[in-house]
């Protein structure tokens, strides 16, 4: 396999780039090193750029959150399409699509967790409480005490428990290092919906997200959305998608742009940018040293070469994490997006 320096390697190939933010240009708290001076000279070489993230942020939210870190519309991107904002024009322009998504009536929501209503301004939905609701709006998830690890569970015997194997296990029996029960609690309230037999509304089908903790050098992985969606269909429940990897989000994506030639999906996971990319027909690129692809493949054993590293990746472990056979592989691989080689 060949693997690119990075992402200025292939920009005499495509016209667009579909690029993340998470794991691609922004580490949680900061750019990577000349990200956005890789942005910006893609963009004086006249390729468009759009932003496609599983953000819930609507867009303007988000280019004002990025503008602060330096990252600027027009200077380093053309459009910001997240999927919040991609949510949001469903429920304005296609209502009955949305209905039709959700299973029913769709006119009252409840947000769980901390939830982005912002999402459902201006629109004919009203909030609602949490047994009345037509549907159940998923937010970022948050136990009693915070946020949940991924990277840091283990089973009541005491056995830690690898991240792509989180999704098969009884989240009743986990708990993480200190003792908590987070995933426990997220059963108990998925249980509830379920009893309801309501549809959880999903904006951010992510199952893990990067952050840093209370020590700020060091990066964790968290539960993020897509992870309390797929749990929820473990246990029978109907959840409604929206955002990478489906390829709704795409489609909107290529109309904003109005591209006439090559598209390029940059990211750094497989059973998202990469799935969703080649459902789209889009070619797609892997980053391979930063993100959550590069979280897998630092933890394999040192001896193992890029390409053995990369087939476990996409063999072994993607297809835990999307419940389902993976046969997608990247048209490319880059080491990163911004080398220090330009």
């Known amino acids: 396999m060949e693997v690119k320096n990075d992402i200025l390697s292939l920009a005499d190939d495509y016209e667009t780039f579909f690029i993340d933010v998470y794991g691609v240009i922004f580490d949680g708290t900061s750019f990577h090193e000349r990200a956005l001076s890789v942005l910006e000279r893609l963009k ?48 304005m322009n296609h209502p009955w699509e949305f209905s039709e998504s959700i299973g029913g009536k769709s006119e009252t929501v409840k947000c769980i967790f901390t939830g982005n209503g912002d999402i459902f301004e201006d629109t004919h939905i ?7 609701a037509d549907f159940l709006y998923v937010g970022i998830p948050r136990a009693s005490y915070g946020a949940v690890q991924i990277d840091d569970v283990w089973d009541c015997n005491g056995n830690k428990i690898n991240i792509e194997d989180v999704l098969e296990k009884d989240w009743n029996s986990l708990q993480d290092s200190q003792g908590r029960k987070g995933f426990a609690e997220f059963a108990h309230l998925l249980n509830n919906c379920l009893r309801w037999n309501k549809t959880l509304l999903v904006a951010n089908p992510d199952i893990f997200a990067l952050s840093f903790g209370r020590d700020s050098r060091m990066q964790i992985s968290i539960i993020t959305q897509g992870a309390i969606a797929a749990y929820y269909e473990k246990l029978g429940g109907k959840v409604a ?18 591209s006439k030639g090559a598209i390029l999906m940059v990211g750094d996971t497989p059973w998202t940018d990469i799935s969703g990319a080649n459902a789209s027909g889009l070619d797609s690129a892997l980053v391979m040293t930063t993100g959550v692809s590069h979280e897998f493949m630092k933890q394999m054993d040192d001896s193992l070469s890029l390409q053995e590293k990369c087939q476990i990746l996409f063999e072994k472990i993607t297809p835990k994490m999307t419940k389902l056979p993976f046969n997608v592989w990247p048209k490319h691989y880059i080491n990163c997006f911004s080398s220090s080689g330009w």
């Open 44 to 91: 004086k070489n006249k390729k468009k750029i759009i932003i496609l993230s599983n953000s819930t942020q609507i867009s303007d939210e988000a280019k004002i959150r990025y503008a602060y870190s330096g990252m600027m519309q027009n200077v380093h991107y053309d459009e910001f399409v997240t999927s919040g904002e991609f949510l949001h024009h469903i429920i």
């Open 126 to 132: 009203k909030m609602g409480d949490l047994q009345s």
């Open 241 to 258: 998608y929206f955002g990478k990897p489906y390829r709704g989000i795409f489609e909107y994506a290529k109309q904003i742009v109005d």
